[in-house]
């Protein structure tokens, strides 16, 4: 029995065994076994007679925190079905994903298994049988698979995917493509039944051809090259040496299935079966049901078709298969030693070349394609064989060079020994040894041979197909180690020692970007890796990925970097040196030392004595300009001390070496600052002078030392303002900053090279023109306005000191260069203000956002409107009213937040002009109508925008605004709301036509104003403001204003009463093409007298309005809620229309006198009677209205009195039939107090002539009703 007491004991790494007493254990049971890796390193199977375990890949963490890839069992049992049966061979065979998604790793790994009974089996990774078969009746010597590879140049045979088993006189060849459907196939097949509970059918036998391998005395071992053509002198000299002088040749070389044996007599055998010779071979099972199985020979993936039943395949299964006969393949030629014995082959990844191993102790290296050893190693008893295959790496500039040259491969062979403990790698063909290791005398090495299953050219694309090529496992302490080789050890000369560089370079990169890297080693490691590379150019590479990592210490690189440049001063006495490269060493050490004085300067072991000496007041009259500014400082530091959110990355930390090294550089012996964006300037510049603006740093060595390392004071300059704007909030925290930057002004300022000393103080100073031009294009305004105040002053303590040297023209210098600091300080006064006002924080639920920032610059670039508009954006961000606004600027706003309303008013009393009532009603307006057009759902945006309209005093003004928002927002969705009703019966109101008429009538009674900025806000330039485009507006033609209100109307009166209406078709065609165009254009309107027909459509649309109105009144009145004037304005407008349309005004007055009567409200009907121009009319209409009224009295109430019976029985004849005919339910209100109707029927025997042909019936109606009335 198979001792496995110490199964796995290798597993534990950490195991503190002596190593000799482990060997004992471990080696004789290792030996003995049979073991298979996974190309994916993913899967280990270890086997010894009939029992196995499966190893699966899984991560462990281990006490440190650190993961690593261990393999862990996850199967084990017996494999063996028969009795007396063991496992001869093993073999795993990744399967590709099918899935598009997939990348190149396997989808499941099948175990293979071939048996001494002569069966093989396919297992799961978790032990499953999936499919067995019997092929040949002897054992399986060997297993091995041939798997896709992607062909390096355009010549090369793409070959076929294909697993052969070996017999002792037998080679069994199972196409690739057919047995990856049936393994996914069975695989699913089994989930199935696994998930339903059920039998698994068995599936149907697979495909194969079987080659009786002849002539020789011996087989151990094979190989299957895979398809190969010969060329046409090799078919020549085959053909003659075979026929002789007379044979015949073929047109066309066939193709060939080449196979390679080892053994015995002879050494090693050449087989070729040409395609085509042979059919596929099945078991007689597969024979039985031929018929049923003609279309799932090579594809049973489609699933099972109908099988025998299950007791027939029971009595099938239990008789042994019928095993058919092989066709013979005689032996082409081979390599005769009748002493020698092949044990095993491996076949080289390229398929040119094999390793072959003897029991003498060689190694022999065959080439395939000749069939001829070309190499031999002697002294490798036991050996066992992979290769390794490596792909040259290539850089940017080959890609650039040569992208279509394909990638040099390089083979080598790896050979272990385990007499000697020892593993060798060797370059092929006729290449030397590259490496040697010490290993373990009892390892095994494992090479698969093969890659992933199932791929092809069509879906290798793209893949990057993850696969160990040779791994080494050592049972003593359970490590499995991958070879690994560096292209260059293939080359020689000149191209091995670049290749090695790269290698070396790579190595670099790669502990680069490791996190946990000891700062000692790291310092080693590069410097060893720099002085051992020998091109300039890759050396210069290396050094420049060292100084840009972020976790190198400042003391390693300049180690690092000293010992380079040392290197190559020594180099340059007996060798050339690469000019570029020392002077970059050079630059970049001066760069690092000067990165560590200023480093240690900022250090805060300074002495309190020599940061005092160095403060030096040298100016005056800045408290007076604090005390000035101070309240609008004050209330602009109290607006930014909100909590806000910051970033990591944000945070005010030392600056990395590597950020220092980017910014600065050397340029013919000076040193530069590159231009890079604010933020990186603003980092170095906060790394230079923070510390003595925070008053942490002595500011004269700081100075000094900066000076020496030859930055101009220029630049020096650019990085103390960046430092200072940029970090607003701290430097508001430091009263004694402004002093500290006083003082850096100054000592930058009296610096060699600052201030011209041939200015003459007729134009501006460069040196101080720098200073402004910060301050006006930063958007931090406080720390801007105080560094213009601080430099005003060390600009004018400066001319002073030029006047009195000079003694001439001092006035003028003052003049000119104090004007421009003027000018300067009343802009950032007056951006400070507005800034101000802008962080206001917006209400809560309001569309708000980051707060706005500005600029003197951007608010000179924005135009003259560029304040207004500024403001008006923060108004609407607040969420404040058009009558709220007014009220604040009419200083009545007591009900607004104290804030608001004081910042405001401070905004507008700095910018009186660009601020007008006017102006900013203007921008108000239209930036409510663009938030509207963003969002057409918020209804209030527009009304707002007509408010703020209505506000505007001046109307040219307001015409253009009018006009403007009509061409920009209003027409497009107005058309498309008509074209909608037109089909529909739905539209949106808009009522801003009446806006633009109304403007448009009091143009020609005031003047056009004029668009007036602030005197130092004169030079803006930029777009138009919104004022100045409005004032260009052309003249609109009014009929065609009011072409539109009609429609405008139209449509609201529709939306508002839900009436049916296609508003287009109340037009005629000339009213129609009028629609929708310029209205400054002349257009043809419909004139003269209108279509009756069209007329009488719109005077019932009229007429239907009207009644929607005395409906809505109705309810209004009934429900107690009082009416707007708005309700009350429909009449008005529909008599308005009326005119316009052509529609007689008395027919609508007397229609609304009816409806309203019909309502029952009395006393609106006798107001509107009094307009009626054609009582005769009217008063038929109400007598009729009168009539229903009393009809319901009498005969349709539900309390019919006796006395109202005895009265309906003396009315006349004529009265009585009268009332029948009458019918009530057209009375919306009929149930009227007599009182209303006794006081209506007399309205309608004074509206008719004594004449009339109803004037009798009205007489005898109002009889009838006092007497109904008289009734107690």
């Known amino acids: 029995t198979w001792d496995d007491s110490d199964w796995g004991s290798w597993e534990n790494p950490d195991g503190k065994e002596d190593g000799e007493e482990e060997e004992q254990q471990s080696a004789p049971w290792l030996q003995d076994c049979v073991l298979s890796l996974s190309p994916c390193s993913d899967l280990l199977v270890i086997a010894r007679e009939h029992k196995a375990t499966f190893l699966s890949a899984k991560w462990r963490t281990e006490e440190s925190g650190q993961e690593e890839m261990t393999l862990t069992v996850t199967w084990s049992g017996t494999l063996s079905a028969d009795e007396g049966e063991c496992i001869c061979s093993v073999i795993c065979i990744p399967l590709s994903s099918q899935k598009r998604s997939s990348t190149g790793r396997p989808d499941w790994t099948c175990v293979v298994v071939g048996f001494s009974s002569g069966y093989v089996r396919f297992y799961t990774e978790s032990g499953v049988l999936l499919l067995a078969q019997l092929l ?72 194969y051809k079987k080659w009786g391998l002849q002539d020789m005395d011996k087989i151990t071992d094979h190989s299957s090259i895979g398809i190969t053509t010969l060329s046409v002198f090799d078919q020549m000299k085959n053909a003659s040496m075979l026929g002789g002088f007379h044979a015949s040749v073929k047109g066309s070389p066939p193709a060939m299935s080449q196979y390679i044996t080892v053994g015995g007599g002879p050494y090693t055998g050449f087989y070729y079966a040409i395609e085509g010779s042979s059919q596929p071979l099945l078991s007689h099972v597969a024979l039985a049901v031929a018929s049923k199985l003609t279309s799932a020979l090579f594809s049973a993936a489609s699933g099972w078709l109908g099988w025998k039943s299950k007791n027939e395949e029971e009595s099938v299964q239990k008789q042994k298969p019928k095993v058919e006969p092989a066709t013979g393949l005689p032996v082409r030629f081979g390599l005769p030693d009748s002493r020698r014995h092949g044990e095993s082959i491996c076949l080289s990844p390229c398929n040119t070349m094999a390793g072959v191993t003897d029991d003498f102790g060689r190694v022999t290296l065959l080439d395939v394609a000749r069939g001829i050893a070309i190499r031999m190693w002697k002294g490798y008893r036991d050996a066992q064989l992979g290769w390794v295959q490596v792909s040259e790496a290539r850089g940017e500039r080959d890609l650039a060079t ?139 590479q290396a050094l420049e990925s060292l100084l840009s990592n972020k976790n190198a210490p400042v003391s390693c690189l300049t180690n690092v970097t ?25 630059s970049q050490l001066k760069l690092l030392q000067l990165y560590t004085d200023v480093q240690l300067l900022h250090t805060p072991d300074i002495s309190p004595t020599e940061l005092l000496l160095s403060i030096q007041p040298s100016f005056s009259g800045i408290e007076e300009d604090l005390a000035r500014v101070g309240p609008v400082l004050q209330r602009y530091t109290e607006m930014n001390s909100r909590p806000c959110v910051s970033f990591a990355q944000d945070s005010s930390g030392p600056l990395p070496v590597r950020t220092f090294l980017s910014q600065l550089e050397w340029v013919n012996g000076e040193l530069r600052v590159i231009k890079q964006p604010d933020t990186d300037w603003t980092q170095l510049g906060s790394f230079l002078f923070w510390g003595c603006l925070s008053g942490q740093s002595p500011l004269q060595r700081v100075c000094e030392t900066l000076q020496e390392s030859g930055i101009s004071p220029q630049q020096l300059l650019s990085l103390l303002l960046s430092g200072w704007l940029n970090k ?45 031009t910060a301050c006006v294009q930063s958007e931090s305004t406080a720390a801007a306005l105080l560094a213009a105040l601080v430099a005003h002053r060390v600009a004018k303590n400066s001319i002073t000191r030029l006047a009195e040297s000079k003694f001439q023209e001092e ?150 605004v009018s006009a403007m928002m009509w061409q920009t927002f209003i027409v497009k969705r107005f058309s498309a709301a008509a074209f909608l009703m037109e089909k529909v019966g739905k539209a949106p109101k808009d009522r801003l036509c009446r806006r633009v008429r109304e403007a448009d009538s009091a143009v020609e009674e005031v003047s056009a104003p004029d668009v007036c900025v602030e005197e130092v806000w004169g030079g803006a330039e930029g777009p138009v403001s919104i004022v100045e485009l409005a004032l260009d507006q052309r003249s609109v ?30 037009f005629d065609s000339k009213g129609k093409n009028a629609f929708f165009r310029d209205l400054s254009s002349i257009q043809l309107l419909p004139s003269g007298d209108m279509d009756h027909s069209l007329v009488a459509v719109r005077q019932e649309f009229l007429m239907n309005v009207l009644t929607g109105w005395v409906k809505v009144l109705a309810e209004s009145e009934e429900n107690g809620v009082k009416h707007s004037s708005t309700e009350d304005m429909w009449p008005s407008v529909c008599m308005e229309l009326s005119s316009i349309l052509q529609v007689n005004t008395d027919i609508l007055r007397r229609h609304l006198v009816c409806e309203l009567y019909n309502q029952g409200l009395d006393l609106r009907a006798e107001e509107v009677m009094m307009e009626v121009q054609d009582k005769d009319v009217l008063g038929s209409q109400l007598l009729v209205l009168t009539g229903q009224r009393l009809a319901f009295s009498l005969l349709h109430s539900q309390s019919q009195t006796k006395p109202n019976m005895e009265l309906l029985a003396r009315l006349p004849p004529t009265l009585c039939t009268w009332l029948k005919a009458m019918d009530p339910s057209e009375l919306r209100c009929p149930s009227v107090p007599l009182s209303q109707s006794s006081r209506l029927i007399n309205k309608v025997i004074e509206m008719l002539p004594e004449n009339h042909g109803q004037y009798s019936l009205a007489l005898h109606l109002l009889e009838a009703v006092d007497s109904l009335h008289e009734e107690p």
């Open 1037 to 1066: 033609h009014y009929p065609l204003v009011q072409h539109h209100c009609v429609l405008a109307s139209l449509l609201h009166a529709a939306m508002t009463f839900s009436l049916r209406l296609k508003p287009l078709s109340l």
């Open 136 to 207: 040949h009746e002897d054992p399986v010597l060997q297993l091995k698979c041939r798997t896709y590879e992607i062909p390096r140049h355009p010549g090369v045979t793409e070959q076929h995917e294909e697993l052969s088993i070996l017999y002792p006189a037998a080679l069994v060849t199972i196409d690739g493509f057919s047995l990856f459907q049936s393994l996914r196939a069975c695989r699913n097949q089994v989930a199935r039944a696994a998930a339903a509970g059920s039998d698994v059918i068995q599936p149907p036998p697979l495909a």
């Open 728 to 772: 607003e909030k701290d430097v508001l925290k430091y009263p004694d900053a402004v002093s500290h930057l006083g003082t850096l002004l100054s000592t930058l300022s009296s610096m060699k090279g600052a201030v011209d000393e041939s200015w003459d103080g007729q134009s501006v100073s460069p040196w101080w023109q720098q200073v402004r």
């Open 402 to 540: 040569s992208p279509s040259m394909p990638r040099r491969h390089a083979q080598f062979l790896v050979i272990y020994a385990p007499r000697r403990g020892i593993l060798e790698v060797w370059g092929t063909q006729h290449g030397p040894r590259v490496g040697a290791f010490t290993v373990g005398k009892h390892c095994r090495l494992l090479y698969a041979g093969h890659r992933l299953m199932g791929v092809n050219s069509v879906t290798s694309q793209g893949w990057q197909i993850h696969t160990q090529q040779v791994c080494l496992f050592d049972p003593v302490n359970g490590a499995l180690r991958a070879v690994t080789i560096p292209f260059h050890l293939a080359l020689s000369d000149k191209k091995s020692e670049r290749a090695k560089d790269m290698h070396l370079l790579r190595r670099l990169t790669t502990l680069l970007r490791s996190r946990e890297v000891e700062p000692a080693l790291l310092e080693s490691e590069a410097q060893s890796v720099l002085l051992d590379i020998k091109h300039p150019a890759i050396k210069k």
């Open 811 to 960: 006035w003028e210098c003052v003049s000119m260069e104090l004007e421009q600091w003027v000018v300067c300080i009343k802009q950032l006064e007056d951006v400070l203000a507005l800034q101000t006002l802008l962080c206001l924080p917006s209400p809560q639920g309001s569309t708000g956002g980051a707060v706005t920032r500005c600029s003197v610059k951007t608010l000179l670039e924005s135009g003259r409107g560029g304040v207004a508009d500024y403001v008006s954006k923060l108004i609407f961000r607040q969420g404040m009213s058009p009558d709220v606004l007014r009220d604040i600027l009419q200083r009545r706003g007591e009900n607004e937040p104290l804030c608001v309303c004081s910042l405001l008013e401070c905004v507008c009393q700095r910018f009186p002009n660009s601020l007008s009532p006017d102006v900013l009603f203007a921008h108000c307006s239209w930036e409510n109508v663009v938030q509207w057009n963003k969002d057409p759902e918020v209804g209030q945006y527009l009304e707002w925008s007509v408010e703020f309209l209505k506000m505007i005093s001046n109307p040219h003004i307001q015409f253009g």
């Open 562 to 586: 000293r010992a380079l440049l040392a290197s190559l001063k020594e180099q340059g006495n007996t060798l050339t040196v690469d000019e570029s490269l020392l002077q970059f060493c050079s």
